[in-house]
């Protein structure tokens, strides 16, 4: 799936990276939890998150994501849209709840790999 499709589907305003947006990704993950992502994410493209501070993008830039969502009208700072534009990482933001923007996305084929090896 295109960012851009990712970007349609959750009806989303890019903050950063907008050059990016023909880049696929494969997998996703919903987590507000960076801990969690490190612990428990592989091969993800991209994160949705409700939290919203610069160990996002650090936490993202980690695991080798390409795209952070912030769902719920959360708003990153300049300083985090600073931050991913020097990661490459591209940063939008959705009104959409987490739990509503993973179910579109799953539903449209983003899965994260541990599914897919599963069925």
Do not use: W
Request: glycine share 6%; net charge negative.
């Amino acid at each position: 799936m295109k960012i851009s499709t990712v970007k349609e589907l959750l009806d989303a305003r890019v903050l950063c990276g907008e050059d990016q947006l023909g880049k696929h990704v494969y997998s996703a993950c919903g987590c507000d939890m960076m801990s969690d992502v490190l612990a428990y994410v592989k091969d993800q493209a991209v994160l949705l998150t409700g939290l919203v501070n610069p160990q996002v993008v650090r936490t993202a830039e980690m695991m080798d994501m390409v795209c952070i969502v912030f769902v719920r009208s959360k708003q990153p700072t300049e300083a985090i849209l600073t931050l991913a534009r020097n990661s490459g990482i591209v940063v939008m933001a959705t009104d959409k709840r987490l739990y509503e923007a993973c179910g579109k996305l799953y539903y449209h084929g983003l899965q994260n790999d541990e599914m897919e090896k599963d069925g």
